[in-house]
């Protein structure tokens, strides 16, 4: 007979949890990462599409994790973080007959940070830098929708940032929380901005809406390392693909909406403040045409991942077509 006033254990063996011990011990040294790649060298990219099948379209997006530097001490904490986006577009769908009327499209962005996207956790309600991003993400599409194909209709694009770049090294140790980024504080918004509208226009493109072309996000940051390989012998170089972390001071970053088949910006966002570059490294031209330039190369290299997305995506859906049909 079973004792009732006793809480019995689970039929099945466990064993006690083991905890792994925090990177901010005092038992690890754990040193700023440094870049490994050439200052015109963009990580690896994943780009798939048609992922809810629920929505019109939808996309995920994934950057490469950057190379970490070795712990003495092995922990589960990743020394520097990486970009994972999903988008999902609903629509277009007609407005609700109280609405207005509008001869083209209404355009609804919506961008939103889960709660685990970053090291120091994030509300469940959008705060002013989530709107903030969608305004700039509202502003990159809208200039390749052909609104004209949808009078009084409605599109909605949500994008959740699943991880989202750190904006400077995240140790907590007094003599790193000195080195203070000196163009801004909010420097990973850049890198989650030109992962969104990529994602974004992959998923509107999934979605069978009417644009001119395809748009892509880029970005380009002028940094003091000198010691990048392949860079120029100066303090000041301009790189690609920026990862924040890896870097103690970076003077400007731009990040942009680039259409390649017209040579045309949609979206310009720079933050920083734009030092006067050497000679040898500027050839002349201005440091601002330079970062910009940096930007849209950074863009048509990604283009080259999301048309091949995208590609795949339309063979898969003809495929499927014939099958049925």
């Not at 355009?107 to 120091?120: D, G, H, Q, V």
């Amino acid at each position: 007979m079973t004792d009732r006033r006793r809480i019995n254990g689970p039929i099945g063996v466990t064993s006690s949890p083991v905890f792994v011990p925090s990177l901010t011990s005092s038992n690890l040294q754990v040193s700023r990462p440094a870049r490994s790649r050439a200052p015109a060298e963009l990580r690896k990219l994943f780009l798939k599409t048609g992922l809810t099948p629920s929505a019109s379209g939808s996309a995920y997006l994934e950057l490469e994790q950057s190379t970490a530097l070795s712990v003495e001490s092995a922990s589960f904490n990743s020394i520097t973080s990486t970009l994972k986006l999903t988008c999902t577009v609903h629509g277009p769908r007609p407005l609700p007959r109280s609405a207005p009327f509008t001869p083209n499209v209404s355009l609804s962005t919506t961008i939103k940070f889960a709660p685990f996207a970053a090291r120091e956790r994030r509300g469940y309600i959008r705060d002013a830098s989530e709107r903030d991003l969608a305004v700039h993400l509202e502003t990159a599409l809208r200039g390749v929708v052909i609104g004209e194909r949808w009078p009084k209709s409605g599109v909605e694009i949500v994008v959740t940032v699943l991880e989202g770049e750190d904006d400077a090294w995240w140790s907590t140790e007094a003599k790193v929380r000195e080195e203070v980024m000196e163009m801004s504080s909010a420097s990973g918004m850049l890198s989650v901005l030109a992962g969104c509208i990529t994602v974004a226009s992959a998923a509107m493109v999934d979605a069978g809406l009417d644009c001119i072309d395809i748009v892509t996000g880029g970005v380009a940051a002028i940094v003091r390392q000198p010691s990048l390989p392949g860079g120029n012998d100066s303090q000041l170089n301009i790189i690609l693909d920026p990862n924040f972390s890896e870097h103690k001071v970076v003077l400007a970053a731009c990040v942009i909406g680039y259409i390649q088949s017209r040579d045309e910006i949609t979206e310009l966002w720079m933050k920083g403040s734009i030092p006067a570059l050497p000679h040898s490294l500027t050839g002349g031209q201005s440091a601002v045409t330079l970062l910009i330039d940096g930007a849209v190369q950074a863009a048509a290299a990604t283009r080259t991942v999301l048309a091949e997305a995208v590609r795949e995506s339309i063979e898969l859906k003809t495929q499927s077509e014939k099958l049925l049909g």
